[in-house]
């Protein structure tokens, strides 16, 4: 585009890894470009909605694409709506400060990437940055779509679901915890259908916005046995001091699952998911052209 210069396009990607070091832990886009705006206000120009598209402004779309550079160059991070910053994005941050060279340096990096990808072509489709941008942003809407109907789920469908998946992946579900007090075990599967070899699979299922704390960690912990192996699905996921201690454990042997790596699972294994099962989150594959990088 014209209008956007590449100190503009830098001043815009710089922005958006200013609001990222403040959140660590990643932002969901819509957050992230809504907190540029404040800091890098629209321009004119930015701000005007495209021909004969009425409702859609260049400026998110803008920095979008602005921002391809920079995640082909492994600085920044795009994955179910969440946008995050690398190590190495944080590096080149803080070396990279006047804007045109923090974008440079992004676009010679895509450049290594891409020659890495496949040989011959250097030069970049002037359409390939807006079909990325677009296929981002209906990956992010159907994710959206997707958690909020999971987070939505009622909590014993959730947990229907959760079994569901488990025994397409091979596991044998004796227990599935009724309406009522579950003293802290949801579900209960083991590798074979009498559960006669293998360990136990102690399961507990959290459908909360919230990220489980460390406390929530241990009090499940509390009821596996020695040759228990536990399972502890979040849909808010799990908070750092709750990972290192179930990655610290040397005997219990826990394995945490966040709304994401659920769902991931899910896909991999939607083929075997039973029909009952299968309609707790009815899924289908889209086929569209992939743009090139």
Do not use: C
């Not at 690398?86 to 990279?96: D, L, Q």
């Not at 990655?247 to 769902?263: A, G, H």
């Amino acid at each position: 585009m014209p209008e956007t210069t590449w100190r503009r396009s830098g001043e815009l990607v710089r922005g958006v890894f200013g609001v990222l070091l403040e959140h660590p832990e990643g932002l969901q886009a819509k957050e992230v470009l809504a907190s540029v705006e404040k800091r890098v206000p629209p321009t004119e120009f930015e701000r005007s909605d495209y021909p004969n598209r009425p409702g859609v402004r260049r400026f998110e779309k803008i920095v979008r694409f602005a921002t391809i550079g920079a995640v082909k160059a492994g600085w920044l991070i795009k994955e179910k709506g969440v946008w995050s910053l690398t190590n190495a994005g944080k590096v080149g941050y803080e070396k990279f400060k006047d804007p045109e060279d923090f974008l440079r340096e992004t676009h010679r990096l895509y450049r290594v990437w891409k020659q890495g990808q496949s040989e011959g072509e250097e030069e970049e489709e002037a359409e390939a940055p807006e079909a990325a941008a677009t296929l981002e942003e209906a990956e992010e809407s159907a994710w959206g779509e997707i958690q909020e109907h999971l987070e939505a789920m009622n909590p014993y469908d959730f947990q229907r679901l959760v079994a569901g998946l488990l025994e397409a992946m091979g596991y044998h579900v004796a227990y599935v915890s009724p309406p009522g007090p579950d003293r802290g075990i949801d579900i209960i599967a083991t590798t074979d259908p009498l559960g006669m070899t293998g360990p136990r699979i102690k399961v507990q299922v959290k459908r909360r916005a919230d990220r489980v704390h460390v406390d929530g960690l241990r009090a499940f912990m509390a009821v596996l046995a020695s040759d228990d192996v536990g399972l502890f699905v979040s849909t808010g996921g799990f908070t750092k001091d709750a990972e290192d201690e179930a990655r610290s454990q040397e005997i219990r042997r826990i394995t945490l699952v966040d709304l994401k790596r659920l769902f991931d699972l899910w896909v991999e294994h939607y083929d075997k998911i039973e029909e009952s099962a299968r309609r707790l989150l009815p899924l289908k594959p889209i086929y569209y052209l992939l743009p090139e990088a």
